[in-house]
Nanobody, 122 residues
């Protein structure tokens, strides 16, 4: 099984930047891609970004394109999310996830972690 541990997050003013990281441990070889979802209060969890472990393909939600950048460090089994031009509507708990195939790119086969809170003040 793959275990995921998020870090980073915090409080930032609108227009600011923040970085998140997620380290995978366990059966990481079974992971095809990793990425991020987020969940705002009273809303469903939504996809944010994903990156394929091999190659350079990245995927973003329309709401974050051009503002967020996902990257990876294969040697460290770590995925990063650099968030810029943050808006109050980006406020949410951000969860790291792992996908085991392209057909299930937007589904996590690993248990969800505790997530990390990102709060953007206006």
């Amino acid at each position: 099984q793959v275990q995921l541990g998020e870090s980073g997050g915090g409080l930032v003013q609108a227009g600011g930047s923040l970085g998140l990281s997620c380290r995978a441990s366990g059966r990481t070889f079974s992971s095809y891609a990793m990425g991020w979802f987020r969940q705002a209060p009273g809303k469903e969890r939504e996809f944010v970004a994903a990156i394929i472990w091999s190659g350079s393909n990245t995927y973003y939600a329309d709401s974050v394109k051009g503002r967020f950048t996902i990257s990876r460090d294969n040697a460290k089994n770590t995925v990063y999310l650099q968030m810029g031009s943050l808006k109050p509507e980006d406020t949410a708990v951000y969860y790291c996830y792992a996908a085991d195939s392209y057909s299930k790119l937007y589904n996590s086969f690993a248990p969800w972690g505790q997530g990390t809170q990102v709060t953007v003040s206006s």
